[in-house]
Nanobody, 116 residues
Framework: QVQLVESGGGLVQAGGSLRLSCAASGLIFRLNAMGWYRQAPGTQRELVASITSGGTPNYADSVKGRFTISSDNAKKAVYLQMNSLKPEDTAVYYC??????????WGQGTQVTVSS
């Protein structure tokens, strides 16, 4: 079975930084894109950032200028550098991977908590 394993979450003060990592294990066909969603209690899930296999990134307006997504195709990994964190960034962050076969895989989620 394919697994996406996340790490890097934690508790940080407002203005601080965290770096999230997500790496795929197991056999995955060619990736079209990887990225990150987040969901806070009582809210709908939000697409934070995505990156295509060609390296083209996309960001939610709320994180532009603060977050940077990157990937390593050889490692089948995706990263999210989060700077200037705000309390409203507090959420569970889930990575995902989309393949050329039309499948989507999800990470287990990692908690990011930003204190004021």
């Amino acid at each position: 079975q394919v697994q996406l394993v996340e790490s890097g979450g934690g508790l940080v003060q407002a203005g601080g930084s965290l770096r999230l990592s997500c790496a795929a294990s197991g056999l995955i066909f060619r990736l079209n894109a990887m990225g990150w969603y987040r969901q806070a209690p009582g809210t709908q899930r939000e697409l934070v950032a995505s990156i295509t296999s060609g390296g083209t990134p996309n960001y939610a307006d709320s994180v532009k200028g603060r977050f940077t997504i990157s990937s390593d195709n050889a490692k089948k990994a995706v990263y999210l550098q989060m700077n200037s964190l705000k309390p409203e960034d507090t959420a569970v962050y889930y990575c995902y991977a989309n393949t050329q076969l039309g499948r989507t895989y999800w990470g287990q989620g990692t908690q990011v908590t930003v204190s004021s």
